[in-house]
Antibody, heavy 118, light 110 residues
Framework: EVTLEESGGGWVQPGGSLRLSCKVS????????MRWVRQAPGKGLEWISY????????YYANSVKGRFTISRDNAKNSLYLQMKSLSVEDTAMYYC???????????WGQGTLVTVAS | QSALTQPASVSGSPGQSITISCTGS?????????VSWYQQFPGKAPKLIIA???ERPSGISNRFSGSKSGNTASLTISGLQADDEADYYC??????????FGGGTKVIVL
């Protein structure tokens, strides 16, 4: 069974930092590209970052470029998102998602909530 | 990039068919056959229901079907059921190796 489990969310003050993790199981992690997607409360889905199988190709949405860093450790079956200079606009549920063979996101974690507030 | 355009809500009675549109541009929907659709219940993670415009993953009901014409993709739910009431999001691969989502459509079963 394919599973993805995010962790690391919580409350942080504006300007602060957090590191999210996504632990996966049930598939060969190193064979798959991965994405982070977020959803602000009551809002729609927003793609924020992509990483290739070996981590040598990375993309970010303009909204997080320069502040967030995606990475992965294939030996640990884990995906990460380092977030810094957080603002209230970054408050959201953060999901990791596996990328399938035709750019679809075929499996998702349950999400981890990040709240940025003073 | 701006989000793909979806209607805020679509409603139908049980047994009817409804269609959700998703409009983009030649830089996303129109340029690639890489449209996917996701179903999301309140408090839950999104779930893939359509990939590559019209391909259903294993286990997804054949009541869900997708199509595309030009810069607009569509999701049709036939034989509408009460448990289809959820939010639905389209997503397309786009120029610059990005993906872009629609704003989401709430399906209401009357």
């Amino acid at each position: 069974e394919v599973t993805l489990e995010e962790s690391g969310g919580g409350w942080v003050q504006p300007g602060g930092s957090l590191r999210l993790s996504c632990k996966v199981s049930g598939f060969t992690f190193s064979n798959h590209e991965m994405r982070w997607v977020r959803q602000a409360p009551g809002k729609g889905l927003e793609w924020i970052s992509y990483i290739s199988q070996r981590g040598d190709t990375i993309y970010y949405a303009n909204s997080v470029k320069g502040r967030f860093t995606i990475s992965r450790d294939n030996a640990k079956n884990s995906l990460y998102l380092q977030m810094k200079s957080l603002s209230v606009e970054d408050t959201a549920m953060y999901y990791c998602a596996r990328v399938g063979f035709v750019e679809e996101m075929d499996f998702w974690g349950q999400g981890t909530l990040v709240t940025v507030a003073s | 990039q701006s989000a793909l355009t979806q209607p805020a809500s679509v409603s139908g009675s049980p047994g009817q068919s409804i269609t959700i549109s998703c409009t983009g541009s030649s830089n996303d929907i129109g340029g690639y056959n890489l449209v996917s659709w996701y179903q999301q219940f309140p408090g839950k993670a999104p779930k893939l229901i359509i990939a590559e415009v019209n391909e259903r993953p294993s286990g997804i009901s054949n009541r869900f079907s997708g199509s595309k014409s030009g810069n607009t993709a569509s999701l049709t739910i036939s034989g509408l059921q009460a448990d289809d009431e959820a939010d639905y999001y389209c997503c397309s691969y786009a120029d610059g190796d990005t993906v872009i989502f629609g704003g989401g459509t709430k399906v209401i079963v009357l």
